[in-house]
Nanobody, 117 residues
Framework: QVQLVESGGGLVQPGGSLRLSCAAS????????MGWYRQAPGKQRELVAT??????NYAASVKDRFTISRDSAKNTIYLQMNGLTPEDTAVYYC????????????WGQGTQVTVSS
């Protein structure tokens, strides 16, 4: 079983920065695909960024503003968010999934990010 706990959300002004953290515990392996998703009010959950041993992947809307990283020793992933806009307001969820079938997916409880002046 995998447990994911996010932290680091909050209220920030437009143009500001935040860093989200996701601490993973349980039977998690370096081969897992780790990522961040977000869900704004009235919208579907969407991919923000993923990280694997092979590299990173970003949604077009956050590319060049957000950076996903991983500290394997701490079983923690991060999302550094710069140049935040009100459109980035959402609940951000940490995600872990196995890389091969049978696929298993795990979610954190989410952390609120609000960008407002």
């Amino acid at each position: 079983q995998v447990q994911l706990v996010e932290s680091g959300g909050g209220l920030v002004q437009p143009g500001g920065s935040l860093r989200l953290s996701c601490a993973a515990s349980g039977s998690i392996f370096s081969s897992y695909v780790m990522g961040w998703y977000r869900q704004a009010p009235g919208k579907q959950r969407e991919l923000v960024a993923t990280i694997t041993s092979g590299g990173t992947n970003y949604a077009a809307s956050v590319k060049d503003r957000f950076t996903i990283s991983r500290d394997s020793a701490k079983n923690t992933i991060y999302l550094q968010m710069n140049g935040l806009t009100p459109e980035d307001t959402a609940v951000y969820y940490c995600n872990a999934r196995t890389p091969t079938p049978p696929y298993a997916t795990y979610w954190g409880q989410g952390t609120q990010v609000t960008v407002s002046s």
